[in-house]
């Protein structure tokens, strides 16, 4: 079966950190773009952070940058979003997705959830207390 599995979710203290992992199965992250989503409650689903397989680029929104990292472990076929200095505004639900979306147009659209078509993940409930 094809999939995505997230997990990694929590109820942390803000200041503090989780990792999210997205694991695949049934296919492989060669040439997709893995990207984090999240979706606060009443409010739509913000891309986060992508990694582009093809080259390893890697892309953050402004509000998380210095704060969150992407990476992959290809040979396990996991994607992790480390977030570190958790505030209270990164509660939601995250979710992870692929997608295979030419490389010339990662950077102006990996955050628009419409272009995953494909494959996504449940979500994994991130609550940071203040």
């Known amino acids: 079966e094809v999939q995505l599995q997230a997990s990694g979710g929590g109820l942390v203290q803000a200041g503090g950190y989780l990792r999210l992992s997205c694991a695949a199965s049934?296919?492989?992250?060669?040439?997709?773009?893995i990207t984090w989503f999240r979706q606060a409650p009443g409010r739509g689903r913000e891309g986060v952070s992508a990694l582009s397989s093809t080259d390893g680029s890697q892309y953050y929104i402004d509000s998380v940058k210095g704060r969150f990292t992407i990476s992959s472990d290809n040979a396990k076929r996991t994607v992790f979003l480390q977030m570190n200095s958790l505030k209270s505004e990164d509660t939601a639900v995250y979710y992870c997705a692929a997608e295979r979306i030419p490389p010339t147009l990662v950077k102006g659209t990996w955050r628009d959830p419409r272009v995953y078509t494909h494959y996504w993940g449940q979500g994994t409930l991130v609550t940071v207390s203040s």
């Open positions: 049934g296919f492989t992250f060669d040439h997709y773009t």
